[in-house]
């Protein structure tokens, strides 16, 4: 009865790969998301989908695409991996009319 | 500016004190504010919203908004080890779909 799942939990890669992961919610949520969370903590927020549209795209290299199957699962591509892009990526989603966010357990990418 | 700013702490209390964590925020038209506990290796976990002015009580917890002021407070009474995570506050401004985090309060609680 998880609300909203990911994988994988870990993703041990080398430079230059290119990996997903997935995203899926059981909570009949319109809107999804991806986060990254570096080394110092900071939640930073990457891309936005609301019923399968994207409604948010901060300053995130173009070799991070997301993609929305239907609104319950949002899934995110990197291309070409590169050392910085090691981190915590959390997916969540929300509804209305509040925007509370609940958040996936995580994925932690480590990028040799 | 930004748009959410925490104290980053850290802030140590022994066990069974009042913890005060603070938060301002900078959209003066924002009308939802949560609190979010992250414990280390964990996801953040929504633990308190507040969306109108004044106190809202959940078990220890208390969450206050001051929306004159643009701050929200999160209290957390009798203080246990386990309450020893990394808090942040976030925002949702007026119209927007998302929320703004601070960078978070890390909170050790001494036994």
């Known amino acids: 009865d998880t609300a909203v799942s990911q994988t994988p939990k870990y993703l041990v890669t080398q430079m230059g790969n290119d990996k997903s992961i997935k995203c899926e919610q059981n909570?009949?949520?319109?809107?999804m998301y991806w986060y990254k969370q570096d080394s110092k903590k900071f939640l930073k927020i990457m891309f936005s989908y609301n019923n399968k549209e994207l409604i948010i795209n901060e300053t995130v290299p173009n070799r991070f695409s997301p993609k929305s199957p239907d609104k319950a699962h949002l899934n995110l591509h990197i291309n070409s991996l590169e050392l910085g892009d090691s981190a915590v990526y959390f997916c969540?989603?929300?509804?209305?009319?509040?925007?509370?966010?609940?958040f996936g357990p995580g994925t932690r990418l480590t990028v040799l | 500016q930004k748009e959410v700013e925490q104290n980053s702490g850290p802030l140590s209390v022994p066990e069974g004190a009042i913890a005060s964590l603070n938060c301002t925020y900078s959209d003066r038209g924002s009308q939802s504010f949560f609190w979010y506990r992250q414990y280390s290796g964990k996801s953040p976990e929504l633990i308190m919203s507040i969306y109108s002015n004044g106190d809202k009580e959940d078990g220890r917890f208390t969450a206050q908004l001051n929306k004159a002021s643009q701050y929200v407070s999160l209290l957390i009474r009798d203080s246990q080890p386990s309450d020893s995570a990394t808090y942040l506050c976030a925002v949702n401004p007026d119209g927007a779909n998302n929320l703004f985090f601070g960078t978070g309060t890390r909170l050790t609680v001494i036994p």
């Open positions: 909570l009949g949520h319109d809107t």
């Open positions: 969540a989603s929300s509804g209305r009319p509040h925007n509370e966010q609940f």
